[in-house]
């Protein structure tokens, strides 16, 4: 069982940076590839970046691939995502989620973890 906590979210302004925090429980954290969701209104929750187990290998969505970071530190349970150069369209609830896989899928159904949600709102 892996329990998350994001932290981080905020409000900025268009061009500005957040960083958002997974921080997770459970001794089996460091065997399950993370992800990063969202979910704007109105709209289903999609993939946003994942990371592999060891953290070797990371993919991203095309909409935030060269603004967004993802990172992880198994010694301490966490999770980063970076965002840099947010927009308005970046708005959304960022979600934390651990795999059943230790390697990277944007499959939404092979994550069984998740985290309540960081609320980030981006304006113009």
């Known amino acids: 069982q892996v329990q998350l906590v994001e932290s981080g979210g905020g409000l900025v302004q268009a061009g500005g940076s957040l960083r958002l925090s997974c921080a997770g429980s459970?001794?089996?954290?460091?065997?399950?590839?993370m992800g990063w969701f969202r979910q704007a209104p109105g709209k289903e929750r999609e993939f946003v970046a994942g990371?592999?187990?060891?953290?070797?290998?990371?993919y991203y969505a095309d909409s935030v691939k060269g603004r967004f970071t993802i990172s992880r530190d198994n010694a301490k349970n966490t999770g980063d995502l970076q965002m840099n150069s947010l927009k308005p369209e970046d708005t959304a609830v960022y979600y934390c989620?651990?795999?059943?896989?230790?390697?990277?899928?944007?499959?939404?159904?092979?994550?069984?973890?998740w985290g309540q949600g960081t609320q980030v709102a981006v304006s113009s």
């Open positions: 990371i592999s187990w060891s953290g070797g290998s990371t």
């Open positions: 459970g001794r089996t954290f460091s065997a399950h590839a």
């Open positions: 989620a651990a795999s059943s896989r230790t390697i990277v899928t944007t499959n939404r159904a092979a994550y069984p973890y």
